[in-house]
């Protein structure tokens, strides 16, 4: 199985810790490395990069470390690169006609949340988000993460200011070619985002979700974050 990889943004959040996020080491491996090496345990052997901000650098990056790694990674420049990430994974549109995962590249999760998604029955022409029903942890920000609302394993709703929640978007889904479908249909309306797509998805019955447990992840977009993250891999636990 193929992973789509979304490494378009600026993230200026966590610019105090490296110019360019993706490549911003934690503790001594570059995160887009992380994310690489964490779908490789997961059985992926091909993945796909989307590039925006300061492209040619981080292209120039991915060559090198695919050489060095022999892992084959597709590098696939979005020239909309500051507008929202479903504009992102729908450049990679032409590269994809089977099931694949989706993820961003600063969220850092257990390799068994990939595995779990790839060995996971799915309906055909249906998109499936990892998420986390344990909404009280600490490692989540209340104030930033994407709050989903799911009935069993059908996803009904998801936003960042949704009152009516009972799990949190982990940023990683199996989806099918009608991700680029329902993102199409999202931008029509003016939404460009992942969840505007999810949503679509929701309206037309295709959105399911997928429970990892009590596996742990980390959306690594600022200081606070980036400091979780370090003291879970200190301890072993990511």
């Not at 799990?167 to 992942?194: K, N, Y």
């Amino acid at each position: 199985m193929k992973c789509l990889i979304v490494a378009a943004g600026q993230g200026t959040r966590l610019r105090e810790k490296g110019e360019l996020k993706p490549l911003i080491p934690i503790r001594g491996v570059r995160l887009i490395e992380r994310v690489i090496a964490n779908g490789s345990q997961a059985g992926i052997d091909e993945f796909l990069v989307v590039t925006g901000y300061r492209s040619d650098e981080l292209q120039a990056y991915l060559g090198e470390f695919s050489s060095r790694s022999g892992i084959h990674i597709t590098r696939i420049f979005n020239r909309a690169w500051d507008r929202a990430n479903g504009v992102s994974v729908l450049a990679a549109k032409q590269y994809l006609d089977e099931p694949f995962l989706l993820t961003m590249c600063d969220h850092l999760v257990d390799p068994e949340i990939l595995r779990g998604l790839v060995e996971a029955r799915q309906e055909p022409g249906t998109v499936m988000l990892g998420v986390d029903f344990n909404i009280d942890s600490p490692l989540n920000d209340p104030d930033d993460v994407t709050r989903v609302k799911c009935e069993g394993d059908h996803l009904k709703h998801i936003g960042k200011i949704i009152r009516d929640y009972n799990c949190f978007d982990t940023g990683v889904f199996r989806c099918t070619p009608v991700m680029f479908e329902a993102l199409e249909a999202s931008q029509a309306r003016g939404d460009d985002s992942i969840s505007g797509a999810m949503n679509v998805l929701a309206e037309w019955g295709k959105a399911r979700v997928h429970d990892i447990g009590a596996r742990l992840w980390v959306d690594v977009d600022d200081p606070i974050a980036f400091g979780k993250a370090e003291a879970l891999l200190d301890e072993g636990r990511l």
